[in-house]
Nanobody
Framework: QVQFVESGGGLVQPGGSLRLSCAAYGFTFSSYAMSWYRQAPGKERELVATITSTGGTTNYADSVKGRFTISRDNAKNTLSLQMNNLKPDDTAVYYC?????????WGQGTQVTVSS
């Protein structure tokens, strides 16, 4: 019954901004750390950013540090990723993710394309 629904992807020019959202259903959202991953064609899925259950601590991949911001609103059961100064190499499908001791959960993904 765990479900994530991503939204906010689209086409943007280099240097532009985009905000992704992930709506969570079917579990106690505020009890778990969350992550954003991305996967470009022909490449491995990579970790982009993580956030603790309370939102007190965040971590970022070196490739997005200083440009992306992960956040969450536990009252609304939503996870967000603000992406600024986008580059063509940011083009990928972005996925909302949660990992527990026994299971891993993924959203369906939202496409982000950065191109002139």
């Amino acid at each position: 019954q765990v479900q994530f629904v991503e939204s906010g992807g689209g086409l943007v020019q280099p240097g532009g901004s985009l905000r992704l959202s992930c709506a969570a259903y079917g579990f106690t959202f505020s009890s778990y750390a969350m992550s954003w991953y991305r996967q470009a064609p022909g490449k491995e899925r990579e970790l982009v950013a993580t956030i603790t259950s309370t939102g007190g601590t965040t971590n970022y991949a070196d490739s997005v540090k200083g440009r992306f911001t992960i956040s969450r609103d536990n009252a609304k059961n939503t996870l967000s990723l603000q992406m600024n100064n986008l580059k063509p190499d940011d083009t990928a499908v972005y996925y909302c993710h949660m990992h527990t001791r026994f299971s891993t959960y993924w959203g369906q993904g939202t496409q982000v394309t950065v191109s002139s």
